[in-house]
């Protein structure tokens, strides 16, 4: 019997607000069989997120039980919350053959390399700091302290970006999303080199 081709794991990473979301977004509609993985966090939902939609919400109780029970493939604590990606849910997509991609943050991306090898590591990186600064001051789901907590970290970020198989600036959506969009498509039908 034929086995079912494994589908290809795609890391979406980058500092916040650099537009891995609306990224993330315009992939979903232009290739709806692409599969986005939906996150565990401990943060509270913002005005019309929906849980098991936009994150699985859980208490922070439970999210450590669930790092103890070994639950997750990627886990993080982010600007005080933590983040994970569900282990199980990822290998059963993959196994049957989806292409799945996560958008996580830099730190959750670089563990998902080290469990596994070829996942396909895409790094979002913004025009300059004041500009990712102007971004999240502007979409305004942040506090004031909650935007230079994000801040802060964005320089170490940037410093991982050479860790990542692909990086590709978001000056100018449009392109962007067309430099990712070829990224994807190539490495989908990329074909298995012999070994
Ligand atoms: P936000 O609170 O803005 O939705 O997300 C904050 C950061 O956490 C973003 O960089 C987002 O990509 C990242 N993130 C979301 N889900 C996960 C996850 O499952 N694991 C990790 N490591 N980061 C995540």
């Known amino acids: 019997m034929d086995q079912v081709k494994k589908g290809k794991l795609f890391v979406i990473s980058g500092p916040s607000g650099v537009g891995k979301g609306t990224l993330v977004n315009l992939l979903r509609t232009k290739y709806p069989e692409i599969i986005i ?32 029970q070994g639950n ?52 979002i990186e913004p025009p300059s700091i004041e500009e990712l600064k102007s971004r999240l001051f502007k979409r305004e789901t942040e506090s004031e302290q909650e935007i230079y907590e994000r801040l802060s970290i964005v320089k170490s970020e940037i410093d991982k970006k050479t860790e990542f198989n692909y990086c590709l600036l978001n000056d100018k959506l449009d392109r962007a999303f067309s430099d990712l969009e070829s990224i994807v498509l190539k490495e989908i039908n990329a074909t298995e080199s012999c070994k």
């Open 37 to 68: 993985s939906t996150s565990v966090t401990t943060r509270n939902p913002r005005p019309g997120e929906l849980s098991g939609i936009h994150y699985f919400f859980i208490k922070k109780e439970d999210f450590l039980f669930r790092i103890n």
């Open 72 to 123: 997750f493939l990627e886990w993080t604590e982010f600007a005080g919350n933590y983040y994970g990606t569900d282990k199980n849910i990822v290998e059963l997509t993959i196994e049957q053959g989806h292409n799945l991609l996560l958008e996580i943050d830099v730190k959750g991306a670089l563990q998902v390399k080290k469990h596994k090898s070829d996942a396909i590591l895409i790094f």
